[in-house]
């Protein structure tokens, strides 16, 4: 488990840099970017769908795991907006709590 919380630490630092770069760079304009690359229906528009498909799934996994709370619903929203960033986090804070990895794929709740 530690490796993989380190991993995680590596993966939120990367990314967080990589996007203070970029904000820096280009500004706050992901959305016409992101959107305009899929509907150009070229690679980087194929790799963003995918991409916003895998953060579709986090978000649903992630409001799963809390049973569909509200508070569950809502971190699924963060996690579908807050992407690897978010998941890194997040991972991190349960991680810290649970060893079991039952609890932590399943929930307290089902495991």
């Not at 840099?17 to 305009?36: D, S």
């Not at 978010?86 to 810290?96: D, K």
Request: proline content about 4%; some cysteine; hydrophobic content about 60%.
């Amino acid at each position: 488990m530690a490796s993989f919380r380190i991993l995680l630490a590596v993966i939120f630092v990367g990314i967080a840099g990589y996007t203070a770069v970029t904000i820096a760079n280009h500004g706050m304009n992901l959305m016409p970017v992101f959107f305009g690359d899929m509907a150009e229906m070229a690679w980087p528009g194929q790799f963003n769908f995918d991409f916003m498909c895998m953060l579709l799934l986090s978000g649903l996994w992630v409001s799963w795991r809390h049973e569909f709370s509200p508070a569950g619903l809502a971190l699924g929203l963060v996690a579908v907006f807050g992407g690897a960033s978010f998941l890194s986090a997040y991972l991190l804070i349960v991680t810290s709590k649970e060893k079991d990895v039952r609890v932590l794929l399943l929930g307290p709740g089902r495991a």
